[in-house]
């Protein structure tokens, strides 16, 4: 396949990770709900089969993995603006209490920590490549549990500049410096541009043959070309936790990126655990379970804790 055939393919993907458009006929919008009937029947809403996930829990402890953008928070048009709700930060703490927890994100751990400001959980910034065990309450003494890409950070640090100058003319692109990956955000960049823009970030990797490019929801990267990914870190911190050979633990991850597929994959190989995906629209994906927006993912949450403090015997 040629240059030109190659950036097609990457934009053709660009836009299949896109939310899907409204279809106006009334025929369309059947085919639409024919659609998303057939998709829940194979990934029905985990608030709807919160029952039966509750009754294979009995007995069991819970890990919970959360995704951050599109799952704790609303995808916004400025991802420095993607803050988490009061209500949500509050039922995630509550979920610290009762269950392990981890923030795997593919921000910095530093900036998904900034946002959600909860100690006494593990964060996993830069798609797991930046593990941290969780803080005291005043967020200091954070132990840095593992970094498989810390050869790269210089490479990262000359990369973004290089980056930053072959973006700078198209309108609305913003790059991110997540530490061990670089983001460039397309979400306000005109269709129109996204083919010309692909090929400029494409081209640093012709310099940096070490780096590779990934896609995620209006969002392309730049990463080290190493097998790790938020599956590997999952892995990692069920061993770190001793219950990765535990018949006891259920794990659950919950993600809304093509990113998380990594780990749902990792969970149905494993046949322990369970991925929901959040999404509105129907997609492939190796999650059992799917929510709609985090709105679902709070409700979702906030039952969870409901159960184990009912087993526990706790007053609400």
């Not at 396949?1 to 458009?21: F, H, N």
């Not at 048009?77 to 593919?106: L, P, Q």
């Not at 993600?255 to 999404?279: C, N, P, W």
Request: net charge negative; charged share 30%; hydrophobic share 35%.
């Amino acid at each position: 396949m040629g240059v030109a055939g190659k950036i097609e393919t990457l934009v053709d993907s660009m836009r299949d990770l896109s939310p899907t458009r409204v279809r106006s006929s009334s025929s369309g919008e059947a085919e639409n709900d024919g659609e998303r009937s057939s998709w829940i029947a194979l990934h029905p809403s985990a608030l709807d089969m919160f029952d039966k996930i509750i009754s294979d829990a009995e007995g069991k402890q819970i890990v919970m993995f959360l995704d951050y953008d599109g799952t704790l928070s609303l995808i916004t048009e400025d991802h420095d603006k993607a803050y988490i709700t009061d209500e949500m930060r509050e039922v995630v703490n509550e979920v610290a209490i009762y269950f392990k927890t981890a923030i795997i994100s593919g921000r910095s751990t530093d900036k998904v920590q900034n946002f959600v400001k909860l100690p006494g959980i593990h964060y996993a910034g830069s798609h797991g490549m930046d593990i941290k065990g969780p803080t005291n309450i005043d967020q200091t003494n954070q132990e840095v549990m593992f970094q498989p890409a810390s050869d790269f950070l210089p490479m990262i640090d000359e990369v973004v500049d290089i980056l930053k100058e072959k973006t700078k003319s198209f309108h609305g692109a913003t790059v991110e410096h997540n530490k061990f990956c670089l983001s460039v955000h397309f979400r306000r960049v005109d269709e129109q541009g996204w083919a010309a823009l692909a090929e400029q970030v494409k081209s640093v990797l012709i310099d940096y043959p070490k780096l590779r490019l990934t896609q995620g929801r209006k969002v392309l990267e730049l990463r080290p070309s190493i097998k790790w990914d938020k599956g590997k870190a999952l892995e990692f911190l069920l061993n770190s936790l001793d219950i990765a050979e535990s018949k006891d633990a259920l794990p659950i991850y919950i993600g809304d990126d093509r990113t998380d597929e990594d780990a749902f994959k990792v969970l149905r190989e494993r046949g322990q655990g369970l991925g929901i995906v959040v999404s509105k629209t129907e997609r492939e994906t190796n999650a059992s379970y799917s929510l709609q927006d985090p709105s679902q993912v709070e409700e979702f949450l906030k039952r969870l804790v409901k159960w184990k403090k009912q087993t526990l015997g706790e007053e609400e």
